[in-house]
């Protein structure tokens, strides 16, 4: 087989970075090697790669030259971030300049950058449908992503603009059903009813950049706008029942009644969910379920990630 080539993956220990090394793994003809970086190479996860044959090599993009130096002598990379581990744009934003400036650096052939939308170029900040965060962002974790590909693209590095989405896995989580005060199982979340919601199978991303690093440099430039399934909202909740083998009801909760709780997060997630409704038409028809089938087959639609997984959805 000669030589294969190496893919320095970020994130390699969490749920995006860690699907794309277990997709790499998995494949037999695999034309490409792993390395993992990771903040701490001696952590359990990070063992547990080590042990599958993974190079596991220490990066801390708070530590640039340690970012430059695992991208030695890759051929390509996977490049995710992750604003929730600190909850500031800002600081986001060094991280991305920090990978750009590595990539660039070490001559890096195809990158796969896993992002989100801008949303300030659909809803300006002088909008006043949403407050704005942070300073100067509608949605914080997606705006610096989204700004980031600019980043990307003035350096000049190959990139792959891997656009994602929400995860059916918050049905795991935030998103399970639960019982009302009449007993019915109900799915609630802050989003109109009758509007269409793109989400994803969160290996989906890993699995999806394996091909597109398959598929080669002819993707350099693109941008991939991923998603597994498109339903209304009374739509997930009626696959969910139907999964679960009770009926479960959608309810929609205002966006400024969501932005209004004190829980951590509740504007940051009532504008993600506000731009998801009303920009649907861009946001989810952007998504062309036929063409990211083409690119991976094994794409799971939300029926197919609830055969494998209703069993761990917690019902309350």
Known sequence: MGTRKVIAVTGATGAQGGGLVR????????????????????????????????EVVRADFHDEPTVHAAFDGAYGAFLVTDFWAHGSAAKETEEIGVLVRAAETTGLRHVIWSTLDDTRELLPLDDERMPVLQGRYNVPHFDAKGAGNHLFRRAGVPTTFLSTTSYYQGFLGPLAPRRA????????????????????????????????????????????????DHLTGAQYAEKLGAALGEPVRFRSVPYDAFRALDTPAAREIANMFQYYGDFDREFTGARDLGRLRSINPALRSFEDWLTENVAKIPVG
């Open 181 to 228: 005060e009449d007993g019915a199982l109900t799915v609630t979340m802050p989003f109109e009813d009758g509007r269409l919601l793109a989400l994803v199978d969160v290996a989906d991303i890993g699995r999806t950049a394996h091909a597109l690093l398959k598929g080669g440099e002819r993707f350099v430039g693109e941008t991939i706008r991923l998603a597994g």
């Open 23 to 54: 997709s790499l793994l998995s494949d037999p003809d695999t034309r490409f090697t792993v390395r993992a970086l990771t903040r701490n190479p001696g952590s359990p996860a990070a063992r547990e790669l080590a042990e599958l044959g993974v």
